[in-house]
């Protein structure tokens, strides 16, 4: 068996790390500082490897296999794969170093490097079917993270087990389907059988609307920064999966209707999280419908691929991670100092006087999500916009109106957070100066961090531009 | 190099300002050193009229296929007038702030005046209507948060998301009319807007301005005096209006009857505008009114297919606007400073307004032409009673206070006359003479009507003595509630409310019980859907 490959390092070295952090899950700082480390160097090793595998350290040679056969099947981690496996090892690295402080579960550091392994054995598996079985094992450890602390799973956890693994028999029945119909004429009823599983199974795990409903629910009872962690890496994943696999398939993505099919769906999915979220008081069910708006827009990319949505995908993924991750921070930090406040509107009422830099906080990277110019998210919501414009009419007014939807929640939230009850019912909201400088810190450094990549996205995500590289048959150019 | 010394002399006094209060706080340090920078930056501009028009590229997006933009300015005769108005109007609120008693000027209200000017000039030399978007989501972010910080105690911060939130929208609007602009030339600048996305433009301009529709955020915001407050008014205000100033002049080839609305939503705007500007109790609660009412002039010149010459109108409001809301102590002994203003806004032959006649009346005599000509004449007679009502006598003022007062006054009305001389080829017109003659005319009647029957617009005896009055106090009324837009939210709020109550059953609906069926169910239709729509030729 040979140990020299790439995914020795990037799944087993981390899985051991995770066995190993199990031992001292109870030392909470030195988990985390192990699980920090540990996301870290791989995200940098990852980042700095050379393509061709070809290492040379202290004059010595050392040359990388790709592949890691188990059980008759592979782990195929090439070095143009590497940039999106040092993306999912920078986001678990910095869910850990920020979330240091917030009393999230002790086997947060744990499962958040398995988690982290497994998304980037899932997307290395071949044959692609069983990343199904990979992807239902990840959705069964989340499962420990959402389910809150002393408490019985709810109802929305169960139902997100529910639906994920009403996904899996569908991967699993469109690869035993399509096996060896490479050959068969595109029409082939097989053929759209197997689309038709797929593109199911794919849509059960992206929850697009209308297979949504669990996520508000999860979100009102998780912990917004577990929340975030789970649905960014899944996300992230499932959508350069989707790209893996209809890159793979040439059936598949040659079949006609399947990219406009995937347009719509991310345009009713954006539009749906845009009203929706415009309805709602509680900050913490907004956070799902964020992960909704963020799932359609990478659809509607997949599905504008031939029109440069694949780069407007990978544009958006550092940040709309960063967004999530200044979100669920400043969320995390308002429910860490005062305990009292549930997320509702009426417990936000006048925030703004008791913690000003939190609520500005909130407001910026909610801008930044809505794809405010200037901000993280812009340069790549601009060519999706241009992009739909350029293709139909039909999009333009359905985005307006998810862009307005959006708009009016930040709105209203802003209303909510600067107006003052003139007879406050909560006491604990005339207090001053309880926002520490470290934090105050942490929050513009998020806020600047969003700028500087709004205003020189060519510096700070072009890079992830290399995460597309793999898919030489869908991408013929990257 | 010029540009970056400019911006340089404005940020880096902003940082040092800053910095020297938190260290060391020195009154008469920080005044001169924001006074140098502010001056320095001024003249600058003067050396950057030698090379007009010029472009600059600060930031280019690469790769260019893929991202279409540099981040870049333009600097031409339309918005180089505007770059020295806004720098004089910085240098004049720093110069008449350090003499008001009545407000806690501090070297921070200087630092914000300075470093708010810098992002002004960004959106104003913007090349593109992308940069221009940025640097409008930069600024309103930097002034949102400086008017929380302003309002934080007065518990009226409530009152800024109204502001904020058309700001956003107008910023949505724009970054909507580029992607129509896109489509036909991918990575456009002010100069290749195409007529289609025209439209859009002017609606993100109108909205801004509180023009298109009429809407007045500021009307009920907290009024301060504070000469920095008059430049977070007009720092919206003066990006939107080189905006118009940009537009094509083909803006009438497009769908004419629309067209024709928006016209006659700009004339409505500019004669309640006016008329409420001529009737308020002083010039500071008229100011949002005066505002309104010249950014519908510089609208009307865009709609009358010369964008172009909407500047004048724009400057009017700047510079004639300045020296009037900074004429505050209204001190009796100088208020013929203040008159000297209205060089700007008459518009009599081979004045800096002149050229703005033509393209407000449009081709041969209209009705919008004659309602133009007395919002004009209106604004103009709200200008010389706000003036000629100063009564003030103020006694303590500092020493260097009586030289600077009049100082920052005079540097506003100094900065119209050089722009009256070079501000652009062919700035000495005749003009449409007799527009500015009509409009003195009606002012002069007005005048001697209200000296013949004795009338005080806010007095009590102009009730009884004025013919009509009751009528028009209702009909203005009438105006002042449906221009308010509240019956607009108070209808928003019933339709979110009855929206929300559909979603809240919804929601019961899918999170209940049976929610788990529900979403079989909804999982067959898409099966459904995609079965009948993928793979169809």
Same mark, same amino acid.
């Given at each position: 068996m040979n140990l020299m490959t790439t995914p020795t390092i990037w799944i087993f070295l981390p899985v051991l790390f995770s066995l190993l952090l199990i031992l001292v899950h109870r030392l909470h700082k030195l988990s985390v500082w192990i699980a920090c480390t540990v996301s870290l160097l791989l995200a940098v090793v990852a980042m700095i490897f050379p393509q061709n595998l070809d290492l040379t350290l202290f004059g010595r040679n050392f040359l990388f296999d790709d592949t890691f056969l188990i059980l008759n099947r592979a782990l195929i981690i090439t070095g143009t794969g590497l940039k999106t496996v040092a993306m999912l090892y920078l986001f678990s690295f910095l869910w850990n170093i920020a979330g240091m402080?917030?009393?999230?579960?002790?086997w947060f550091p744990t499962i958040s490097l398995t988690i982290t392994a497994l998304w980037v054995s899932a997307l290395a598996v071949?044959?692609?079917?069983y990343a199904a079985l990979i992807v239902e094992l990840i959705v069964l450890i989340s499962v420990v993270l959402l389910t809150p602390r002393g408490e019985q799973a709810g109802s929305g956890v169960m139902r997100y087990l529910v639906l994920q693994t009403i996904a899996l028999p569908f991967i699993l029945l469109s690869g035993w389907m399509v096996?060896?119909?490479? &050959?068969? $004429? &595109?029409? &082939?009823t097989l053929i759209l059988r197997g689309a038709v599983l797929i593109l199911i199974g794919f849509s059960l795990w992206l929850a697009v609307f209308p297979l949504h409903t669990w996520l508000p629910m999860l979100a009102e009872k998780t912990h917004p920064w577990v929340f975030s962690f789970v649905f960014l890496m899944q996300q992230s994943s499932l959508s350069i999966f989707l790209l893996k696999v209809l890159d793979q398939f040439a059936w598949l993505r040659n079949l006609t209707g399947v990219f406009p099919a995937m347009q719509w769906v991310g345009v009713l999915t954006v539009l749906a999280g845009g009203v929706l979220a415009s309805l709602q008081t509680k900050v913490n069910r907004v956070l799902a419908y964020l992960i909704l708006i963020e799932t359609g827009y990478s659809v509607l990319a997949i599905g504008l691929i031939s029109q440069g949505g694949g780069e407007a995908l990978a544009l958006s993924l550092l940040p709309r991670a960063l967004a999530y991750l200044q979100y669920a921070y400043t969320l995390s930090s308002i429910q860490q100092i005062a305990?009292?406040?549930?997320?509702?509107f009426p417990s936000l009422r006048g925030l703004f006087t008791r913690l000003p830099f939190h609520s500005i906080s909130l407001i910026v990277s909610l801008l930044s999500l809505l794809g @405010? $110019?200037?901000?993280?998210?812009f340069p790549a919501r601009r060519m999706l916009w241009n992009s739909g414009a350029g293709l139909t009419s039909h999009y333009t007014p359905l985005l307006g109106l998810a862009v307005a939807g959006m708009a009016l929640f930040i709105l209203r939230l802003m209303d909510t957070l600067l107006t003052t009850d003139p007879?406050?019912?909560?006491?604990?909201?005339?207090?001053?100066?309880?926002?520490?400088i470290w934090q105050i810190l942490v929050l513009c450094f998020f806020t600047l961090l969003s700028l500087l990549v709004g205003v020189f996205p060519h510096v700070f995500?072009?890079?992830? @531009?290399?995460?597309?590289?793999?898919f030489i048959h869908l991408l013929p150019s990257s | 190099m010029i540009l970056l010394g400019i911006l340089g002399l404005l940020w880096l006094p902003a940082i040092a300002l800053t910095i020297s209060q938190a260290v060391k706080p020195n009154f008469a340090r920080s005044w001169f050193i924001a006074i140098a920078g502010a001056s320095l930056a001024w003249l600058g501009t003067f050396f950057l009229r030698l090379y007009l028009p010029m472009e600059v590229e600060l930031i280019r997006w690469l790769p260019e296929s893929l991202y279409h933009t540099a981040i870049a300015f333009r600097i031409d005769y339309i918005n180089w007038p505007y770059i020295v108005a806004i720098l004089a109007l910085c240098i004049a609120v720093i110069l008449t702030d350090s003499s008001r008693t009545s407000t806690n000027t501090t070297p921070t209200t200087w630092a914000a005046a300075l470093a708010l000017t810098g992002l002004n000039l960004i959106s104003v030399m913007s090349r593109g209507p992308l940069t221009m978007a940025i640097a409008w989501a930069i600024t309103d972010l930097v002034e949102l948060s400086f008017m929380l910080n302003l309002l934080r105690n007065s518990g #009226? =911060?409530?009152?800024v998301t109204a502001i904020y939130g058309v700001r956003l929208i107008s910023t949505f609007v724009l970054v909507a009319a580029t992607a129509v602009g896109w489509q036909v =030339?991918?990575? /456009?600048?002010f100069t290749q807007i195409p007529p289609t996305a025209s439209l859009l433009f002017l609606i993100a301009a109108g909205l801004r301005l509180g023009?298109?529709?009429?809407?007045?955020?500021?009307?009920?915001?907290?009024?301060?005096?504070?000469?920095i407050d008059l430049l977070l008014r007009f720092s919206p205000v003066v990006s939107a209006l080189v905006l118009i100033a940009h537009l094509?002049? #083909?803006? /009438?080839?497009?769908n004419q009857s629309l067209v024709s609305v928006i016209s006659i939503l700009t004339v409505l705007a500019a004669l309640y505008a006016s008329a409420m500007w001529l009737t308020r109790a002083d010039a500071n609660e008229g100011r949002p009114y005066w505002i309104v009412a010249l950014s519908a002039f510089a609208l009307q010149s865009a709609l009358n297919?010369?964008?172009?010459?909407?500047r004048v109108w724009g400057l009017a409001l700047l510079l004639t606007g300045g020296v009037l809301f900074l004429?505050?102590?209204?001190?009796?002994?100088?208020r013929f400073i203040p008159l000297l203003g209205l060089i700007g806004l008459?518009?009599?032959?081979?004045?800096?307004?002149?050229?703005g006649w033509s393209a407000l009346l449009?081709?041969?005599?209209s009705l919008a032409g004659i309602v133009m000509i007395i919002c004009h004449a209106m604004l103009v007679g709200g200008y010389l009673r706000y003036i000629l009502e100063a009564e003030s006598t103020v006694t303590g003022l500092e020493k260097y206070a009586r030289i600077t007062y009049p100082l920052g006054l005079i540097l506003i009305i100094q900065t119209m006359l050089v722009l009256n001389l070079?501000?652009?080829?062919?700035?000495l017109t005749i003009g449409v003479w007799w527009g500015s003659l009509v409009s003195i005319g009606l002012v002069l009647a007005g005048a001697f009507l209200t000296k013949k029957l004795n009338?005080?617009?806010?007095?009590?005896g102009f009730k009884a003595k004025f013919p009509f009055y009751r009528l028009g106090h209702q009909v203005l009324n009438a105006l002042r509630v449906v221009f308010s837009l509240d019956w607009i939210y108070a209808i928003a709020r019933w339709l979110f409310a009855r929206l929300s109550d559909i979603a809240g059953f919804f929601r019961q609906v899918l999170e209940g019980e049976a929610g788990v069926l529900w979403s079989l169910f909804f999982l067959l239709m898409m099966a459904i859907l995609i079965y009948t729509q993928v793979g169809q030729p």
């Amino acid at each position: 068996m040979n140990l020299m490959t790439t995914p020795t390092i990037w799944i087993f070295l981390p899985v051991l790390f995770s066995l190993l952090l199990i031992l001292v899950h109870r030392l909470h700082k030195l988990s985390v500082w192990i699980a920090c480390t540990v996301s870290l160097l791989l995200a940098v090793v990852a980042m700095i490897f050379p393509q061709n595998l070809d290492l040379t350290l202290f004059g010595r040679n050392f040359l990388f296999d790709d592949t890691f056969l188990i059980l008759n099947r592979a782990l195929i981690i090439t070095g143009t794969g590497l940039k999106t496996v040092a993306m999912l090892y920078l986001f678990s690295f910095l869910w850990n170093i920020a979330g240091m402080r917030f009393s999230v579960s002790r086997w947060f550091p744990t499962i958040s490097l398995t988690i982290t392994a497994l998304w980037v054995s899932a997307l290395a598996v071949e044959p692609f079917l069983y990343a199904a079985l990979i992807v239902e094992l990840i959705v069964l450890i989340s499962v420990v993270l959402l389910t809150p602390r002393g408490e019985q799973a709810g109802s929305g956890v169960m139902r997100y087990l529910v639906l994920q693994t009403i996904a899996l028999p569908f991967i699993l029945l469109s690869g035993w389907m399509v096996t060896g119909i490479e &050959s068969a $004429p &595109s029409a &082939s009823t097989l053929i759209l059988r197997g689309a038709v599983l797929i593109l199911i199974g794919f849509s059960l795990w992206l929850a697009v609307f209308p297979l949504h409903t669990w996520l508000p629910m999860l979100a009102e009872k998780t912990h917004p920064w577990v929340f975030s962690f789970v649905f960014l890496m899944q996300q992230s994943s499932l959508s350069i999966f989707l790209l893996k696999v209809l890159d793979q398939f040439a059936w598949l993505r040659n079949l006609t209707g399947v990219f406009p099919a995937m347009q719509w769906v991310g345009v009713l999915t954006v539009l749906a999280g845009g009203v929706l979220a415009s309805l709602q008081t509680k900050v913490n069910r907004v956070l799902a419908y964020l992960i909704l708006i963020e799932t359609g827009y990478s659809v509607l990319a997949i599905g504008l691929i031939s029109q440069g949505g694949g780069e407007a995908l990978a544009l958006s993924l550092l940040p709309r991670a960063l967004a999530y991750l200044q979100y669920a921070y400043t969320l995390s930090s308002i429910q860490q100092i005062a305990p009292e406040i549930d997320g509702s509107f009426p417990s936000l009422r006048g925030l703004f006087t008791r913690l000003p830099f939190h609520s500005i906080s909130l407001i910026v990277s909610l801008l930044s999500l809505l794809g @405010l $110019p200037a901000l993280g998210l812009f340069p790549a919501r601009r060519m999706l916009w241009n992009s739909g414009a350029g293709l139909t009419s039909h999009y333009t007014p359905l985005l307006g109106l998810a862009v307005a939807g959006m708009a009016l929640f930040i709105l209203r939230l802003m209303d909510t957070l600067l107006t003052t009850d003139p007879n406050p019912t909560s006491p604990t909201l005339s207090g001053k100066g309880e926002e520490s400088i470290w934090q105050i810190l942490v929050l513009c450094f998020f806020t600047l961090l969003s700028l500087l990549v709004g205003v020189f996205p060519h510096v700070f995500l072009n890079p992830f @531009l290399g995460i597309l590289e793999p898919f030489i048959h869908l991408l013929p150019s990257s | 190099m010029i540009l970056l010394g400019i911006l340089g002399l404005l940020w880096l006094p902003a940082i040092a300002l800053t910095i020297s209060q938190a260290v060391k706080p020195n009154f008469a340090r920080s005044w001169f050193i924001a006074i140098a920078g502010a001056s320095l930056a001024w003249l600058g501009t003067f050396f950057l009229r030698l090379y007009l028009p010029m472009e600059v590229e600060l930031i280019r997006w690469l790769p260019e296929s893929l991202y279409h933009t540099a981040i870049a300015f333009r600097i031409d005769y339309i918005n180089w007038p505007y770059i020295v108005a806004i720098l004089a109007l910085c240098i004049a609120v720093i110069l008449t702030d350090s003499s008001r008693t009545s407000t806690n000027t501090t070297p921070t209200t200087w630092a914000a005046a300075l470093a708010l000017t810098g992002l002004n000039l960004i959106s104003v030399m913007s090349r593109g209507p992308l940069t221009m978007a940025i640097a409008w989501a930069i600024t309103d972010l930097v002034e949102l948060s400086f008017m929380l910080n302003l309002l934080r105690n007065s518990g #009226e =911060t409530g009152k800024v998301t109204a502001i904020y939130g058309v700001r956003l929208i107008s910023t949505f609007v724009l970054v909507a009319a580029t992607a129509v602009g896109w489509q036909v =030339t991918a990575g /456009l600048d002010f100069t290749q807007i195409p007529p289609t996305a025209s439209l859009l433009f002017l609606i993100a301009a109108g909205l801004r301005l509180g023009v298109l529709p009429l809407n007045f955020p500021m009307q009920n915001a907290l009024e301060s005096r504070r000469g920095i407050d008059l430049l977070l008014r007009f720092s919206p205000v003066v990006s939107a209006l080189v905006l118009i100033a940009h537009l094509p002049s #083909e803006i /009438l080839v497009l769908n004419q009857s629309l067209v024709s609305v928006i016209s006659i939503l700009t004339v409505l705007a500019a004669l309640y505008a006016s008329a409420m500007w001529l009737t308020r109790a002083d010039a500071n609660e008229g100011r949002p009114y005066w505002i309104v009412a010249l950014s519908a002039f510089a609208l009307q010149s865009a709609l009358n297919g010369e964008p172009e010459h909407s500047r004048v109108w724009g400057l009017a409001l700047l510079l004639t606007g300045g020296v009037l809301f900074l004429f505050d102590p209204p001190i009796r002994r100088i208020r013929f400073i203040p008159l000297l203003g209205l060089i700007g806004l008459l518009g009599i032959p081979y004045t800096l307004a002149a050229s703005g006649w033509s393209a407000l009346l449009g081709e041969g005599v209209s009705l919008a032409g004659i309602v133009m000509i007395i919002c004009h004449a209106m604004l103009v007679g709200g200008y010389l009673r706000y003036i000629l009502e100063a009564e003030s006598t103020v006694t303590g003022l500092e020493k260097y206070a009586r030289i600077t007062y009049p100082l920052g006054l005079i540097l506003i009305i100094q900065t119209m006359l050089v722009l009256n001389l070079v501000g652009w080829p062919d700035v000495l017109t005749i003009g449409v003479w007799w527009g500015s003659l009509v409009s003195i005319g009606l002012v002069l009647a007005g005048a001697f009507l209200t000296k013949k029957l004795n009338l005080q617009l806010t007095g009590d005896g102009f009730k009884a003595k004025f013919p009509f009055y009751r009528l028009g106090h209702q009909v203005l009324n009438a105006l002042r509630v449906v221009f308010s837009l509240d019956w607009i939210y108070a209808i928003a709020r019933w339709l979110f409310a009855r929206l929300s109550d559909i979603a809240g059953f919804f929601r019961q609906v899918l999170e209940g019980e049976a929610g788990v069926l529900w979403s079989l169910f909804f999982l067959l239709m898409m099966a459904i859907l995609i079965y009948t729509q993928v793979g169809q030729p």
